[in-house]
C-alpha cells in the first residue's frame, strides 16, 4: 500500500510561484499531479514515467508547470510558475503500478488527499 501526502499549497498572486511537493511510503512508479476545481471536474496536470523519466503535460500548463521527482527522497515535485486565478484548484498527487505514461484517473492506483492552490487576481 503507497501513501502519498501533499504540502506546499497556498494563496499566491497572478504570476506569482508555487511549488508544491508529495511524500510517499512504499514503492511507486509512473506518478502523476491533477486538479479539480470547483464544480469541475478532476483533470490531469502532469505525468513522469517510472520507467523512462520522461514527463507530459496538459496543453493548459505545459510551458509554465515542471514535474520532477526524487526517487531517493520517494518524493514528487510541481513547480508552477506564471500562476493563472484559472489555476485554482485542489491539486492532488497520484501514484501509478504501472511504468508507462499515464494520463488518466483510471492509471491511477494511490491517491493523495490533496492541498490547495488558490491564485489572486
Known amino acids: 500500500q503507497v501513501q502519498l501526502v501533499e504540502s506546499g499549497g497556498g494563496l499566491v498572486q497572478a504570476g506569482g510561484s508555487l511549488t508544491l511537493s508529495c511524500a510517499a511510503s512504499?514503492?511507486?512508479?509512473?506518478m502523476g499531479w491533477f486538479r479539480q476545481a470547483p464544480g469541475k471536474e478532476r483533470e490531469f496536470v502532469a505525468t513522469i514515467s517510472g520507467s523512462t523519466g520522461r514527463t507530459y503535460y496538459a496543453d493548459a500548463v505545459k510551458g509554465r508547470f515542471t514535474i520532477s521527482r526524487d526517487n531517493g527522497k520517494k518524493s514528487l515535485y510541481l513547480q508552477m510558475n506564471s500562476l493563472k486565478p484559472e489555476d485554482t484548484a485542489v491539486y492532488y498527487c497520484?501514484?501509478?503500478?504501472?511504468?508507462?505514461?499515464?494520463?488518466?484517473?483510471?492509471?491511477?492506483?494511490?491517491w493523495g488527499q490533496g492541498t490547495q492552490v488558490t491564485v489572486s487576481s
Open positions: 512504499g514503492r511507486t512508479f509512473s
Open positions: 497520484a501514484a501509478s503500478n504501472s511504468m508507462a505514461k499515464v494520463t488518466t484517473i483510471p492509471d491511477y492506483d494511490y
